[in-house]
């Protein structure tokens, strides 16, 4: 395997050394920074609320919803280098009892995690089963709850089609789940646009 290949596998699930690398990336990034804020903005967590994130990463989602008066947050990643990092730069989340960060993956999150009034990941999709993954989302979300998917690929010669084709891929599977509402919006960035997914479960 090339260093390269190595790096890019990292993204998937980061460990060890280029794991923690990985993770500095994703924190400082500034493509990164504004995926999560533009999808943090989408879900718009309001006071009161409870938001999950899946594949949290570093943390970087889950600062931006805390930064919301009065929300609480839990976030899954199947990392244990990426919880010790979202662990620390959320640390006074953690202890306020704000925020909850638990090791694995949606599909294997306990029934009584949640329920939540939102849900979101970004560049996860592509790395799941897409048809478990969305229905291990809806299982978490309470009646109405909003799920919010976003996805910018980072493959080489990624084009703005790629984008819509697993755009359309995803609203396909969550109207075979029952979700509603569904909309698709698209931040530009450089070298392909991101696209966020929304949709609400069935009340």
């Known amino acids: 395997m090339s260093l390269r290949d ?3 596998s990292q993204f998937k699930r980061p460990r060890g050394l280029l794991g923690r690398i990985v993770g500095w990336i994703l924190a400082g990034r500034g493509s990164n920074l504004k995926r999560n804020r533009w999808t943090v903005d989408r879900i718009d967590p309001t006071s009161g609320e409870i938001v999950l994130e899946a594949g949290c990463g570093p943390g970087v989602g ?24 979202a ?10 009892g704000r925020l909850t960060l638990i090791q694995g993956t949606v599909e294997t999150l306990p029934a009584d995690v949640g329920p939540f009034d939102k849900a979101f990941s ?11 993954f969305v229905a291990a989302m809806k299982r978490h979300l309470k009646p ?8 910018q690929p980072r493959h080489a010669k990624a084009t703005r089609a ?8 995803v609203s396909e599977i969550l ?6 509402a569904l ?21």
């Not at 662990?87 to 306020?96: D, E, G, H, L």
């Not at 109207?175 to 509603?180: M, P």
């Open 6 to 8: 190595a790096i890019v």
């Open 62 to 85: 889950l600062s931006l919803c805390l930064e919301r008066p009065n929300v609480k947050a839990v976030g899954v990643d199947h990392s244990d280098v990426m919880i010790a990092q």
């Open 87 to 96: 662990a620390k730069r959320n640390c006074k989340a953690v202890r306020a």
């Open 122 to 132: 970004i560049n996860v999709i592509q790395f799941v089963d897409q048809a478990a």
């Open 144 to 151: 109405g709850g909003l799920l919010a998917t976003t996805y």
């Open 162 to 169: 790629d984008v819509l084709k697993l755009a359309t891929k």
């Open 175 to 180: 109207s075979a789940e029952g979700f509603g």
């Open 183 to 203: 909309r698709v919006e698209e931040l530009d960035l450089k070298p392909v646009p991101a696209v966020c997914v929304l949709a609400r479960k069935a009340a």
